[in-house]
């Protein structure tokens, strides 16, 4: 096996560049990461099961849209079933389970997307 050398004029460049690294870098804000817990807005959701075969198994994903900004959602694979029958009973049931509005009257209009078919 060959070994692997770095010339003494890139190993000097390296460790400048890592040097100067803690001059240009600054520490992130607590901000920066808020959008992940930035779920205020999952009580106003309308969820949507989809089941989709993969790899021989029927997946379940459950899509959370804001049903007045249907462009904000979030789509979560929950589990996978050999049988399709067997996923949609359980996708019903985790539906149910997962929506904030029990009584389903939240929906997403599919025209909101602006999509094109044609």
Known sequence: ?????????????????????HFTEKPGAATDLEFLSD????RDT????????????WEIQLVFAHYRQPYKLIKRVIERYPSK??????????????AKDQ????????????????
């Open 85 to 98: 029958d067997k996923a949609e009973l359980n996708a019903r049931y985790m539906k149910r389970l997962a």
């Open 46 to 57: 309308a969820v949507v099961e989809n089941i989709v075969k993969r790899q021989g198994m």
């Open 1 to 21: 096996m060959d070994d692997f050398n770095l010339g003494s004029g890139a190993y000097d460049e390296l460790l400048n560049l890592l040097n100067n690294q």
């Open 39 to 42: 779920d205020w807005w999952l």
């Open 103 to 118: 009584r389903g009257t939240l929906k997403v209009n599919l025209d909101d997307f602006r999509l094109c078919a044609s």
